[in-house]
Every structure is written in C-alpha cells, then in structure tokens.
C-alpha cells in the first residue's frame, strides 16, 4: 500500500490560515464580550468614582480582597479543575460520564461554598482587624459572608458551559451579568452612598450565580443516579486537581491582598483606590485576549496536551494571534492613559497615571507569558503549576516591598513590570526543556516590534508638551494598529483588512452572512 500523497504549499498554507481563524473565532467572540464588559466597567468606574471617590472605592476594593481570599481559600479551584475534568469527559464523548462529572462539580461547588461562607461569618471579627487595623468592618464582612457561596455555585456553572465550549453563551452570560449588576450597583450607591457597598456588591454576586444558571440549564444532559459514596469517588480526581488550581489561586489572593494591605498601611485608604482605579484601566482592553484563551483555549489545549506535534503549533498560534490583537488596544491605553483617567473617573485620580504606566507595561508582559503558562494546567502537571505560581506571588510580594518606599506607588507598578519579566523567562525555560517547546522563527520578530511600540508609548510621559505628546501618541498608535492588522491579515490568508474585520464580526455573530470556514 502507498503512502498517502503529502499535501502541497497550497493546502499547508490553507490549513495554516484555517487554524489561525478558529483561535481568532473564540478571540472574537469572547473578545466582543469582553469589549463590552469594559465598557460596562468604564460605566460603572465612573460612576463610582464620582459617587464615593477614591476612599469609597478603596474601600470597596478591601471588601472585595477579603471575600476574594475567603472565597479562593474554600473553593479548592472548583471552576478550573471542573473545566478541565468536564472537557476531558466531553472528549470521550460517553454522556454519561459528562452528566456524572457534572453532578460532582455542582455537588462539591455547594458544599465547598458553604464552607467559605461559614468561615467568613466565623473569622469577620479577625479579617476587620487584619485588613482595617480595627474592628469597625465586622459588620459589613460578616454581611458578605454569602458572597463565597454564591461565588462557587456560579463556578460551578461557568465549568458546564466553558467544559463543554459553549464560547457563545459564556460570552452571553458574561456581558449581562455584569450589565445587571452595575446597573443595580449604581442604584444602590446612587441611593445610599457609602452604606449601599455592601448590598452592591451582594447584587453583582447574585445576579452573576442568576446567569449562569440560567446558560448552563440551557445545556441538556442526561439525567443520572449518583449516591455521595460515588459523588466522593468521583470527586477525587477534581479535588486532586483543584487543590493545586486553589493553592495557586489562593497564593494570587494573599499577595493581591497583602499589596493592597501594605498599601493602605504605608501610603493610606485612597492611594488604594487609585491604585485599584489604575489597575482596573490598565488590564481592560488586553482582558478580551485572556477571557479568549481561558474560555476556548485551554479546552483546546488540553484536547492535545499529549501529542507534542499538535501542542507546540497551538501555543505558537495563541500567542501570535493574542500579541496582534492586544498591542494596538496597550500601546493606545499607554498613549492616551492621563485622557482615560480624567474620562473613566475624575481629575481626583489624576495620582493614578505614574503608576498605571508600569501596569501596562506589566500586562504586556503578562499577556506573552499566558499562553506558555495554559501548558502546565493541560498537561495536568499540578504540582510544578503549583510551585512556579506560589514563587510568582513571592517575589510579587517582595519586590513590591522593595520597590515602594523608594518610589511610592508607582512602584507598585514598577514591581509588576520586573515580576513578567522573571516570570515569562521562567516559564519559557521550563516549556522549552521539559516539554520541548520551541516559539516559530517569526515570533521573536513579532514580540520585538511589538515591544517597540509599547516602549515607545511607555516613553511618551518623558515629553512635557502635550501636543507632542499625544500627536506622537496617535503616530504610534495607528502605527500598531495598521502593523499588526497586516500581519493578521497574511497570518489568516485574508485579501485585505476590511476582509479582518467582516471575518471578526461574522463570527463574532454582529454580522449576518456566510460563515468563514477554518
């Protein structure tokens, strides 16, 4: 018997461009979400800006530290650990094994929760005084108690709809859940000023679990006998798993947390809210890329974590198609950052704008690093993701210490940069010898320009003159766009950029007609 025919240039280069628009497929749909979300968010950050003013929302961003590191440390990773065990049962296809799998996720989600929601209530008293210095918020921790409850159950509805890559209805369910939420939130500040934080956030909880709910029973599975005996069988896998995705997740909490601590220690109440203001402006534009490998991505990756020949080809595929779309929406941000802070909040925040400039740069490096890091998580190696991640919040944690009391906040972004930096040659080395990773010949090419320009953005606040200032700004950004819209176009094997953007709203579903075939 012969040897099947190789395929030629022509149909390598068609497969090539095919792979390329299913990555960008799931970029654009979730990217559409995410696109609103921050619009959404710009919305509901002014507002609140405005409403409560850098003391409110510092104060917010507390509450939220402490039933974020309450909700991390109880939930043992119920939503990635879930994702991952739901797609590997989707893969064999048995639909029984999915409902089973299913059960045990929801199952361990409530009972996980409710274990978060009992320790807050129990410890409110110590976290007022670990994250206050007083005892004051005991009242109001205590209120928020459910919030980790209500947060497990809707991970444990997210790992259904994302395990199963319903891309279309996770991006639904994303976009108005976070509309619901912020208009109940701006009622609720709006009518009771600094007393309406805690019903707020209370309502986004709620009204994310009511969403999610709603898009994961749209999704039919079997129906199934399961005793707990086999609930606990089942769910040793997923724990096993999940204990790993929680203790990296809960190490990001504390560090986050003891940031935000040492910041309002050292530097007060409000120079943590403008530090939670220039956080959240600085990771809004590139969180469309990482909502896109979290939602399709990592599924994908985990379908041929085994298979090297696959692997390698999908990370090369994820992080060129990421560092395209990404870099013109960071080198605009970077641009025009003082113009966003006074749009997106007031002239209050003006502070803001030294230390967002080395959060971008951070989420630049941070975005580079993302696709090396979805190796370890799809090739179930738990305990090297667990090791690399604790020693990544560590020196998070120490270099911010280090770098605050000669720059201040700024240095606080200034930490972040220096973390990717390490962290991203951290990863590379242990991608490149453990598992033989190697990046294509185009892609340090691609990297280098790309940080060109957000260096030169980055820059930009050395010029005094505000004309020159964003005149270069606007250079520079239309520079990336056009830059990087041409390389796309190739990488897809699309006639010109106008065929880009049809492509990306057609699939995107914002525009009705026939749909592109990988």
């Given amino acids: 018997m012969g040897q099947p025919d190789a395929a030629s240039p022509e149909e390598n280069r068609s497969s090539q461009a095919g792979e390329y628009r299913t990555v960008f497929r799931s970029t654009s749909i979730m990217g559409?979400?995410?696109?609103?979300?921050?619009?959404?968010?710009?919305?509901?950050?002014?507002?609140?800006?405005?409403?409560?003013?850098?003391?409110?929302?510092?104060?917010?961003?507390?509450?939220?530290?402490?039933?974020?590191?309450?909700?991390?440390?109880?939930?043992?990773?119920?939503?990635?650990?879930?994702?991952?065990?739901?797609?590997?049962?989707?893969?064999?296809?048995?639909?029984?094994?999915?409902?089973?799998?299913?059960l045990t996720v929801r199952?361990?989600?409530?009972?996980?929760?409710?274990?978060?929601?009992?320790?807050?209530l129990s410890l409110c008293w110590l976290l007022s005084r670990w994250t206050f210095g007083d005892t004051l918020h005991w009242r109001a921790i205590a209120a928020l108690s459910i919030i980790p409850l209500l947060g497990a159950l809707s991970g444990g509805q997210v790992a259904r709809i994302q395990g199963l890559r319903r891309i279309g209805d996770l991006a639904r369910q994303s976009v108005l859940g976070a509309l619901a939420g912020t208009v109940s939130g701006i009622v609720l500040i709006w009518y009771f000023g600094f007393k309406g934080i805690v019903p707020?956030?209370?309502?986004?909880?709620?009204?994310?679990?009511?969403?999610?709910?709603?898009?994961?029973?749209?999704?039919?599975?079997?129906?199934?006998?399961?005793?707990?005996?086999?609930?606990?069988?089942?769910?040793k896998g997923l724990m096993s798993l999940g204990f790993s995705f929680m203790a990296s997740s809960l190490a990001?909490?504390?560090?986050?947390?003891?940031?935000?601590?040492?910041?309002?220690?050292?530097?007060?109440?409000?120079?943590?809210?403008?530090?939670?203001?220039?956080?959240?402006?600085?990771?809004?534009y590139a969180n469309f890329v990482l909502s896109a490998m979290g939602a399709d991505y990592y599924p994908r990756l985990t379908a041929v974590a085994h298979d090297k020949r696959l692997l390698v080809p999908?990370?090369?595929?994820?992080?060129?198609?990421?560092?395209?779309?990404?870099?013109?929406?960071?080198?605009?941000?970077?641009?025009?950052?003082?113009?966003?802070?006074?749009?997106?909040?007031?002239?209050?925040?003006?502070?803001?704008?030294?230390?967002?400039?080395?959060?971008?740069?951070?989420?630049?490096?941070?975005?580079?690093?993302?696709?090396?890091?979805?190796?370890?998580?799809?090739?179930?190696?738990?305990?090297?993701?667990?090791?690399?991640?604790?020693?990544?919040?560590?020196?998070?944690?120490?270099?911010?210490?280090?770098?605050?009391?000669?720059?201040?906040?700024?240095?606080?972004?200034?930490?972040?940069?220096?973390?990717?930096?390490?962290?991203?040659?951290?990863?590379?080395f242990i991608a490149r010898f453990k598992f033989e990773f190697r990046y294509t010949r185009a892609y340090p090419l691609l990297l280098g320009a790309c940080m060109a320009m957000t260096l030169g953005a980055f820059f930009l606040n050395e010029i005094t003159r505000a004309l020159w200032r964003y005149s270069l700004g606007v250079a520079i950004s239309l520079t990336a766009c056009l830059f990087c819209g041409y390389i796309l176009k190739r990488l897809m094997g699309l006639g010109d950029l106008r065929e880009v953007l049809l492509v990306a709203a057609r699939l995107a579903g914002l525009k009705k007609g026939a749909s592109v075939k990988p």
Avoid: C
């Fill in 32 to 102: 559409g979400a995410a696109a609103l979300n921050m619009a959404i968010g710009m919305v509901r950050a002014k507002v609140m800006a405005v409403l409560l003013g850098p003391a409110g929302t510092g104060l917010m961003g507390l509450y939220g530290q402490v039933t974020g590191l309450v909700g991390t440390a109880s939930n043992f990773g119920i939503t990635s650990s879930g994702v991952r065990q739901i797609a590997e049962a989707a893969g064999t296809e048995d639909k029984t094994r999915i409902a089973e799998t299913d």
């Fill in 252 to 284: 990001g909490v504390v560090a986050t947390y003891l940031i935000a601590a040492l910041i309002a220690h050292r530097l007060g109440v409000q120079a943590n809210g403008l530090y939670l203001a220039a956080w959240s402006l600085s990771g809004l």
């Fill in 314 to 428: 999908m990370v090369n595929q994820q992080a060129e198609v990421a560092l395209l779309i990404a870099t013109p929406g960071i080198v605009g941000t970077l641009a025009f950052a003082p113009l966003a802070i006074h749009i997106f909040y007031s002239a209050a925040y003006a502070e803001a704008y030294d230390v967002m400039r080395w959060l971008i740069l951070g989420v630049f490096l941070r975005l580079v690093s993302w696709p090396l890091g979805y190796i370890l998580l799809a090739k179930g190696e738990a305990m090297l993701f667990l090791i690399t991640e604790i020693l990544h919040q560590i020196l998070n944690v120490l270099l911010v210490l280090a770098l605050i009391g000669p720059m201040g906040l700024p240095g606080v972004g200034a930490a972040v940069a220096v973390l990717y930096v390490v962290y991203s040659a951290v990863v590379l």
């Fill in 200 to 235: 707020q956030m209370l309502a986004v909880s709620a009204l994310t679990l009511a969403f999610s709910h709603y898009f994961s029973n749209k999704i039919s599975l079997d129906k199934v006998r399961l005793s707990w005996h086999d609930t606990v069988h089942h769910a």
């Fill in 107 to 120: 199952r361990v989600a409530w009972l996980t929760g409710s274990l978060g929601a009992i320790g807050q």
